[in-house]
């Protein structure tokens, strides 16, 4: 099987039990834009972005540092470029304390520069 990412309004039951692995006690918002991304019919990572903020991104710590995260953000970028935004932004902040100098690092890695108070990143470059 492939790496799928799947854009959703919401969660499918078939995937709530390996998503919540990856949410660590957050709730997705009912008003955002979904990205699951299922590898073997595994949730393996999750984000969510609401108008020009990704508001969430995380991989499932066992399958970190194989690219999912970055598919995974590809594709948010080419649905947030379809929607006609021009960028997007996103808060390390989100991240559990542990992990934010990590996000921020791969954030930058893709292409993510600072901007006020967050990373942003141009979707026409």
């Known amino acids: 099987?492939?790496?799928?990412?799947?854009?959703?309004?919401?969660?499918?039951?078939?995937?709530?039990?390996?998503?919540?692995?990856?949410?660590?006690?957050?709730?997705?918002?009912?008003?955002?834009?979904?990205?699951?991304?299922?590898?073997?019919?595994?949730?393996?990572?999750?984000?969510?972005?609401?108008?020009?903020?990704?508001?969430?991104?995380?991989?499932?710590?066992?399958?970190?540092?194989?690219?999912?995260?970055?598919e995974l953000l590809r594709q948010v970028k080419q649905e947030a470029k379809a929607a006609g935004l021009t960028r997007l932004d996103c808060d390390p902040a989100q991240a559990p304390d542990g992990e934010r100098e990590g996000l921020a690092a791969f954030l930058q890695g893709q292409g993510f520069r600072p901007r006020e108070a967050v990373l942003s990143c141009c979707l026409y470059e």
């Open 1 to 70: 099987m492939r790496l799928t990412v799947h854009c959703l309004s919401r969660l499918p039951e078939q995937h709530r039990h390996h998503a919540e692995l990856i949410l660590q006690g957050r709730t997705p918002p009912d008003q955002a834009m979904l990205y699951l991304a299922t590898f073997n019919d595994r949730a393996v990572a999750l984000a969510w972005r609401r108008e020009d903020t990704l508001e969430f991104i995380a991989v499932r710590d066992l399958t970190r540092r194989r690219g999912i995260g970055r």
